[in-house]
Each structure stands twice: as structure tokens, then as C-alpha cells.
Nanobody, 123 residues
Framework: QVQLVESGGGLVQAGGSLRLSCVAS????????MGWFRQAPGKDREYVAA????????FYADSVKGRFTISRENAKNTVYLQMNSLKPEDTALYYC????????????????WGQGTQVTVSS
């Protein structure tokens, strides 16, 4: 079983930046892709970004492309989400996810989830 723990959320003004971290337990972290999702109040959980096991390839939702960067340090069992030029519509609970099976933009494809970290962007 893999446990994921997110951190780094907070309150920031529009245009600001935050970096989220997700630390994974277990020695197999480097073997599977990782991703970030988010869920705003009253909305479905939506895909934000994903990264391959090696870190060589990254993928983004159109809504965050050019503003967010996903990266990972396998030696530290950690995946990051650098968020720049934040907008009020980025306000959500951000979740780390691991080990997808199938289409990685689908929430149900992911096997492991963290508890989430809140990001609030004020206008």
C-alpha cells in the first residue's frame, strides 16, 4: 500500500505563486506515474497535471498549461506542483495521485490518493 501526503497549500493573492509537495511512502515510487487533481466546492474532481515515472514527460490540463509545472524527485519520493500566475478560479482542494491504470486524465484511473491540501486564491 502506498500513502501520499500533500503539503504546501495556503492563501495567496491573484498573480502569486505556491509550490505543492506530495511525499509518497514505499520503495516503488519511482516505478509509476504521478499526478495532481483538484476539486472546487460543488464541482467534480478534475485533472490538473501528470508526470511519467522517469519524469521525462509531463502533461497538463489546458486550464493550467503555461502556469503550472509538475516535477518529481524519485530519490526523495516526492512530486511537486509549482503554480504561478494563480487565479481565483484555481481555488480548490488539490490532491496528489499515484499509479494510474488507463487514461490518466480520468479520476477513476488512479489507484492511490492523498488527503488533499487547500489552495485559496484571493482576487
Amino acid at each position: 500500500q502506498v500513502q501520499l501526503v500533500e503539503s504546501g497549500g495556503g492563501l495567496v493573492q491573484a498573480g502569486g505563486s505556491l509550490r505543492l509537495s506530495c511525499v509518497a511512502s514505499g520503495r516503488t515510487f519511482s516505478m509509476y506515474p504521478m499526478g495532481w487533481f483538484r476539486q472546487a466546492p460543488g464541482k467534480d474532481r478534475e485533472y490538473v497535471a501528470a508526470i511519467t515515472s522517469s519524469g521525462e514527460q509531463t502533461f497538463y490540463a489546458d486550464s493550467v498549461k503555461g502556469r503550472f509545472t509538475i516535477s518529481r524527485e524519485n530519490a526523495k519520493n516526492t512530486v511537486y506542483l509549482q503554480m504561478n500566475s494563480l487565479k481565483p478560479e484555481d481555488t480548490a482542494l488539490y490532491y496528489c495521485a499515484g499509479d494510474p491504470e488507463g487514461t490518466f486524465t480520468y479520476r477513476d484511473a488512479w489507484n492511490f490518493w492523498g488527503q488533499g491540501t487547500q489552495v485559496t486564491v484571493s482576487s
